[in-house]
Every structure is written in C-alpha cells, then in structure tokens.
C-alpha cells in the first residue's frame, strides 16, 4: 500500500484554503444517499457526526458508555487554544503553528499543524454559539490564561472544566442531530472489528453490552475517533474504559500504526498510593499559572518529609530548588510536559522526592496565595483544591500539592494523510486516535483544540474526497465479508469465555501497564526495550492460557469487555516497544537514555542546550514510523513518511 | 497503612427482568486511602477469584466529572458526602466494622440492566427534545460579538456545571428530574444565545421529562442536597417561570 500525505500544493499559508478549493463537492441531495459510521463520541466523534449530518450524510455514531456525553474528553480540564489574539499580547496563526510544532519536538507534519492554528479560531466562535460557557471578563470579553509552551495568553477555558463544557456543546448538537434524524446513537455498543470490503473500511462488527448481541453495520465510510491508548499503561489519566481495540482491530485489517511511541507523560497528578490504585487523577496544566515546583534542595531534608519528620512549610526558601525556574528560566513553570515531567524524574532519581514512596515533588501555591489572597485562588482553581483534598486527603491551601507524572495522553496513532485517511481507503481517524498534530509531544490545550478541529472543520469537508469516488450503498451487510468478520468476533469471545484459567483480566492489565512503565515509560533503553519484547510475548501467552472470565457472553459481562480490550493491548504493547526501539533517537516524549545531550556536547558548550536534554537525530529519525501489521507476534514492516520542513527550520527545542 | 474490614449489603440482580436482593459481603483488609469504587474492585477480585460473578456497577473517569458512576451508599445517592461523586468517595471517610449499603439509582424511569447499573438514556432524550442551541457549524459570528455580563456567565456556567448522573433523581421521592432539567434549560435560557429557542426549549424539555416518567417537583429540595455539582434548586424556580410564561405564549400561538 502507498504512503502519501497527500500535503496540497502552494505555500504553507495557502495549503489549506487552495485544498477547500480544491476538494470534491457532493451535492445536497446526493449526500442523503451517504452513509457514515462514526466510533467514539468525544470531542472528535461527536462533532464529526454533528456536523455532518447537519450537510445531510446519513450518520450512525457508536459509543461504549452510556450517553455520548460521557466520552473521556469530558475530563480535560485545564482549556483549549486558539490564535484569537483576543490578549493584543503578539499571538497569531503563525505563532500558534510554530509553537506547536516546536513543542512537538519537529516530528508532526507541518501542513496538518498550520491547519490546525487556522481553524483553532473558528473553533471558539462555534462553541461560543452553542453556549459554551468560557470564561469572561468583567466587561462581559472572554478571558484567557498561558499554557505550557507558550508565552502568548491564547488558551480559553471553562473553570477547571474546560472538556465537559466542550463535549456538552458537541454533545448537545448531536443530540439536535439524532433528534431531526440525521444520526441513529448506538450507546452501549462496542465496535470488535473493521469490515474491509475489495480493500475499503466498509463496516464495522459490534457487540451490544446490555445483551452481548454481536451485529454488523455497513456504511460507505468508517470514521474512527476512539481516543488513545494511554491506558496500555494500566495506570493512567483516561477513564477506565478508554482502549485501543479498534485502532488495534483497524491496524490488524491494514491500516498503518503512526509513531506509538510517542506517548505523554503529564508532569503534574497525584502520585501513585498503592497496589490497588485503579487510576490517577491530573491536576490542570492551568495550575502552572500559578503553582510553582519545587524540590528540597538536600536529599537529607526530603528525607525528613518522607519520614513524617518534616514537613514543606519547614524548609525554608534557600533549601528549595525550584528546578523549573532555574533550568528554563524563559519558561519558568510553564516548561512544555514531556521537558517538566523528566525534570521531575531527575529531581527524584537524585533522591529529592518528597512522597512517601520517593516519588513526587511539590507543586507550592504558597507565594500565589500570599500575592493574591486565598480567594482569589479559589476562585480560579476551586474545584482542582476541592478534587485534590478529596483524593489526597490534604489542604492544598495550606501545604503544597504533592504531584508526579503520569501517561496521559498518546501522541501516535493510525497514520492519516492530510484529510484525515488511512491508508486503508475509506477508513477516516479523527481526533487523539490519529497522530498527525502533536508530533512527539502535545502541547497543553491542544487536544480539544484538534478534536474539534478534525470534527467540526476538517473531516466535513475532506471526507467528500473519497466519498465522491464511491457509489453509495454499494456494500451492504450481505456482503459474505461481514459474516466472516462476524464469525471472526464470536469465535474471540468463545475463545475467551473458555479459557477458564485462573486469574482476573486485572492481574494481566496491571502486569503489562507495570512492564510497560517499566522498559517503555519517561525513560526507555535498548536493553530494557528488549526484555519488554520478550515479557510481553509471554503475558500475552500467559493471558490466553489462563485468564478467568466468570460469568456468560450474553447480556452484561463487564470483566468480558475488559478482556476483549487486554487481550488487544497485550498485541499492541509490543508494537509500541518495536517502535521504542526502532526510534534509536530522543524526542519530546519518547526519550531514550541513550540519546541526550551531555556537558561535553558542543551544543552544551556552546549554550544552546542543557546536559540531559534530549538528542534528536534529524539527519537518520526525521521521518513518520509508519507500521503495518504482519502477524500477531511477527516483526511489523516499517514504512516512513519523510518529514520536510518547508516553513519552520528545524533547531534545537530550547525553553531556556 | 491502616485498613478497614467491612460488612457489604449490595443489591444483586442479574438482569433488567430478573428479581433482586441485598446480598452480604465482607470486605476485608480495604486500605483507607482507596476510593470507594476501589474498594468494590478488592471486592470483586476476590469474587474472580472464588469463582463468583463479580459486582456489575457503572464508572468510567474516576474523577468525578464524567457522571457514570451512580451508586447509592447508605441511602443517598453518591454517599452522604456533600458535593462529591460516587468516585470521589474515599474510605477514609468510613469506619472499621462499618455496614455499608449499596444501592442502584432508584426510579422508574432509570430500570436496572444488571445489579447497580442503571439505564439514564431518559436524560439523553430531554436533550434531543430540545436541550442545545441549534447552530449549525460554521455559521457563528466572532466569539466576542456579543458580550456577556460576567454575573450572567458565572449563573450559566452553574448550571452548566451538570454531570447528568442522575443523583436528583434517585434522591427524591417522586423521582422528579427537574433539577436536571432546570439546571439544562438554566444554562442555556440564562445566555444570549439561548434566547431564540428558549420557549420551544423549555417546553419540549419538560414534556419530554414528563413522557420518560419521572415524578413531579414537590420542592423538597432533596435534589439539591445529593447533587455531586451543587447546583441550586433556583434553576426549578426559574424552569417554573419560564414555563408558564411558554405556555402561555404557546396558548396564544406565539410559539
């Protein structure tokens, strides 16, 4: 299969408004005759399947929890970005796409970026129509505070939930939709497989969770906006049911895997308590605007906090190391997350942590308090304090927050060109599902921002470029491809049901997230990566020989569908170390021990680095890792899109 | 660490037809700093484990904001701690030797599927009935066209701040959802965008809540209590106004 980006023609500038022009039309009666599948209802799902059935395509939309509403994109707290230049503050379009693309470390692909910062602003005004209700000034404007990796005020936000009021707005058009009948909702249902039909996505296999019914749905497009894998790390910040399956299920029917080993690694949740821990909880970027970070200087005094000894009021000002502040001084607090988190790391690895278990620093509202008063804070970050009390069982008012990294997000995902297609033709990816924006690292309050902008903007108008080549309803679920899928699918789940073993589906998902943590977390090595392939063959061997799944396939089985979702993650984890592996570089969030900057680098030397920064390889790593399946357990086939940097010259990423 | 040994009384029923029962448990060795729903977790596992069925319950962000989780834990729906989702319930808040009961969100109009879990589609109805701003994308004019008193943005985003759990409703006799629905409409009647379609809204919303079931208001105000979020029982007050002044105008044909 062919790997083109399919990038238009023209300048940077122009790519994107020459490609509306440029794209297919399909009129408005003939666009009733359109249907479209459309999995997941986040951000990216819901505002896809809104819109168009707004244009008239026919729309199905399939979600696994109980209310589109619920998407874990409803979680995101901290905002959204956009080059509204609203602050006068030096913000454009162009400072928006280059920030991005130098807080991804120069690994995305630069026309999807600039089209991202151009359409950021449209994004505002609609969820603004819609209700939206973002923060305002007192003469009734809206608000706007910093993010990391920017020294420009563009992110809008809602309080500390910025992602709920998103997803309500997108949430609610599609509600409108299915109202007018332009979309049919299928809540409860989970997509189990891909129907390729002569090489085309063409359907989707699907089990009703209240009844455990397996059916087919036929469509001349599938548009999968299933969010990420994050949780492919057992612990993370994605909600329980987050999951990789139909990626997964995609990429084994042919679709490319794009760069899974650029995951994110937030600098700022609450550290891990204990064995039995199911999830972690992030505490909002947005608290960087005021929060700063801090370790104790002395490896004696974290000690003494550790041991109850001590506590953070008692070291004083000299003792701390605000370690954020004194390595990247033009940035401060505000440091990118891939650059924060491993900073955190070292500050630990030095034996500066201050939880209990060693890992965790302090995020110290102390000064902001005293400028600002404590209800000014509370006004800002209420609900954050509030979330932080309940879990931690602190005052954050009175001593700092105790925070640590955590997977959060994932950068890779199935490859697309520049509308958002697969190299499978017909299959669409939308949202944190694909992995064209962020590069090797995502910059904070741009996942809402490409969630809505590949929902409400692009995919609206890119997905009639392949819908114009099709006959409509050319494939039904008649077609012999679809029983055989279906076939495929109950066998999976008989297979499953029969193991009968010994151990719980959340004994093999914590293995793995500990493995996976372990080789392929902030810090990854040759050596560890592959052992990590090695381990991960025999879990995954281990997990069908032994797994118990009580009860029966038909009607709910919650312990079946997380089986169903560990059994796909246990083949994808060994990609995501292939990749790992394969990428002999560091950036943004992948970063390989082997590969960083040491003080007799001349770059240190010449100060436009620091030791311990990561060392890309631009000359041998600048390009898209592009993987097609081959075989459960066999080496995948590496394809590469090169990346060409037309507009931004690629230089070291300096936050200094 | 410290931790608890406790005695469960869970409501087990196998499915939407079947008949259910409180069925007890003992929850041993449960580390203080677990949340409530890791709790049923240890709980569960040791069920896998001893060849049972483990306890089906809905979750799905564990931090409070996504509202699929919906137990109801000593009677009060998401636990007599105020202002706190099911999730957000930590064991520290219980005892050693505690009895605890856990319950499903009750109401007619949210049948149980499985043990604790519940159906709440009704609410993704009244939504579809009326419950958004229709404005097609692409259409809307520059997000700061239209000022808004920052008082009238910070009275919408209360009500905004809804999780759609259904706590309201199982904490109230009648099982009435007008704190939902007030809270819904509030948010968007309260904007200048919400204006054109206000009277439609509000009256679509509320026979729509009416069709799915649910109980009347006899403003008792339990709602506001149980509410994770919050929010205020003035959003019924206002639901109220706004609804006669609807009907009233759709008497006269002006809707």
């Known amino acids: 299969m062919s790997i083109n980006a399919n990038i238009p023609e023209g300048p940077m500038a ?27 209802s986040g951000l990216a799902g819901a505002s896809a399947a809104a819109t168009l059935s707004e244009l008239g395509y026919k729309v199905k939309c399939f979600c696994y929890q109980d209310s589109p509403r619920r998407a874990h994109s ?14 006068n503050d030096g913000d454009s379009v162009q400072r928006l796409f280059y920030d991005t693309v130098k807080g991804g470390d120069f690994r995305s692909r630069e026309a999807n970026v600039r089209r991202l910062a151009e359409v950021s602003v449209n994004i505002i005004d609609q969820a603004t129509a819609q209700g939206v209700p973002f923060a305002r000034e007192y003469g009734g404007l809206l608000a706007n505070r910093s993010f990391g990796g920017a020294q420009v005020s563009r992110t809008f936000y809602a309080r500390g939930q910025t992602g709920q009021q998103l997803l309500i707005g997108a949430y609610q058009a599609l509600e409108k939709e299915i109202q007018k009948g332009g979309v049919e909702m299928y809540t409860r249902t989970e997509m189990l497989d891909l129907v390729v039909v002569d090489g085309h996505a063409k359907g989707i296999v699907v089990r009703d969770m209240r009844t455990g019914k397996v059916s087919s749905y036929a469509a001349d497009t599938v548009l999968l906006a299933t969010g990420g894998y994050g949780n492919v790390f057992y612990l993370s910040t994605n909600a329980m049911g987050c999951n990789a399956s139909a990626a997964v299920k995609a990429w084994k029917r042919g679709a490319y895997f794009a760069n899974p080993c650029y995951t994110q690694i937030h600098p700022t949740c609450i550290p891990v308590s204990g064995e ?18 801090w370790a104790p200087k002395s490896p004696d005094d974290a000690a003494a906090i550790r041991a109850g000894k001590k506590q953070a009021s008692d070291i004083p000002e000299e003792d701390r190391d605000y370690y954020l502040e004194r390595k990247y001084p033009a940035f401060g607090n505000l440091a990118p997350r891939d650059i924060s988190s491993r900073a955190a790391k070292e500050a630990c690895d030095e034996g500066r942590g201050v939880a209990k278990t060693g890992l965790g620093v302090y995020l110290d509202f102390r000064d902001a308090i005293d400028r600002l008063g404590e209800d000014a804070i509370r006004a800002r970050y ?148 592959e052992e990590g392939i090695a381990k991960i063959k025999e879990l995954r061997a281990a997990f069908w020989d032994d797994v118990r799944i009580p009860g029966a396939a038909n009607g709910i089985n919650m312990e079946l569908e997380k089986a169903m979702r560990v059994a796909d993650f246990l083949e994808f984890a060994e990609l995501l170390y292939i990749d790992a592996l394969n990428r002999e570089e560091s950036c943004g969030g992948h970063f390989r021990g082997e590969y960083q900057f040491t003080s007799e680098s001349p770059e240190v030397i010449a100060g436009k680095t620091q030791a311990g920064e990561a060392l890309r390889d631009d000359e041998n790593f600048c390009y898209v890792a592009a993987w097609e399946f081959t075989g459960v357990g066999e080496e995948p086939t590496l394809h590469k899109e090169e990346l060409e940097y037309e507009d931004i010259k690629l230089a070291i990423r300096s936050y200094a | 660490m410290s931790t608890l040994n406790l005695t469960l009384k869970i409501w087990r029923q196998a499915g939407p037809e079947a008949e259910g029962k409180i069925e007890t448990r003992k929850a041993q060795n449960i580390p203080i700093e677990a ?116 008082e009238q943005a910070d009275w919408a985003f209360d009500a905004a ?16 959802a007008m704190l939902f629905v007030s809270a819904k409409a509030a948010h968007l009647n309260s904007l200048p965008q919400g204006q054109p379609e206000k009277d439609k809204r509000v009256l679509s919303m509320v026979r729509q809540m009416d069709a799915e079931g649910f109980g009347n208001c006899t403003n008792q105000y ?32 002006m809707v």
């Open chain 2, 35 to 150: 949340s409530f729903l890791e709790m049923l977790d240890i709980v569960n596992q040791q069920i896998i484990e001893t060849g049972g069925d483990p306890i089906h319950f809905d979750h799905d962000c564990r931090e409070g904001i996504c509202g699929m989780c919906s137990l109801t834990i000593n009677g009060v729906p998401h636990s007599k701690e105020v202002g706190t989702t099911t999730c957000q319930v930590h064991m520290r808040k219980f005892n050693d030797g505690d009895t605890i009961f856990i319950e499903p969100f009750r109401a007619n109009a949210f049948p149980v599927l499985k043990d604790l879990v519940t159906d709440r589609t009704a609410f993704d109805r009244i939504i579809a009935s009326g419950g958004y701003i229709d404005v097609r994308t692409g259409s809307a004019p520059d997000a700061n066209s239209v000022p808004i008193p920052k």
């Open chain 1, 276 to 293: 039995y821990q199911s999830k972690l909880t992030l505490m909002s970027e947005s608290l960087r605007n005021d929060g700063r970070i």
């Open chain 1, 382 to 529: 209420g609900n954050l304090f509030q979330m932080y009390e309940k879990i931690a069982g602190e005052n954050p008012y009175k001593q700092p927050m105790m925070i640590y990294p955590a997977v959060h997000y994932t950068m890779g995902g199935l490859w697309v060109d520049y509308n958002l297609m697969s190299n499978l033709p017909g299959l669409h990816v939308l949202g944190e599902a694909n992995f064209s924006d962020h590069g090797a690292n995502r910059l904070g309050a741009s996942a809402l921002m490409q969630g809505l902008a590949d929902g409400y903007f692009v995919i609206p108008t890119t997905v009639a470029n392949y819908l114009a080549t099709q006959k409509p309803g050319s494939v039904t679920t008649d077609h012999p491809e679809f029983a055989k899928v279906e076939k495929e699918v109950t066998d999976t789940i008989d297979k499953l049901m029969n193991v009968r073993g010994t151990r719980s589906v959340d004994y093999f998902h914590r293995e793995m997230g500990l493995l996976t943590w372990d080789v392929c977390g902030m810090d990854r090595r040759k050596e560890g990566l």
């Open chain 1, 14 to 40: 122009d790519k994107w408004t020459n490609h509306k022009m440029n794209s297919k039309l399909i009129n408005p009666a003939n666009k009733r005759k359109f249907n479209i599948i459309v999995v997941g």
């Open chain 1, 74 to 87: 409803i979680a995101a707290q901290g905002g959204i970005n956009a080059a509204k230049n609203y602050q």
């Open chain 2, 222 to 253: 339990e709602c506001e209590a149980a509410c994770p979020k919050l929010i205020s029982a003035d959003n019924i007050a206002k639901l109220n106004r706004d609804f006669a002044i609807a009907s009233v105008k759709e008497a006269v044909a």
């Open chain 2, 161 to 176: 701040t809804c999780i759609g759990c259904g706590a309201c409703v199982a904490s109230c006799k009648n099982s009435s």
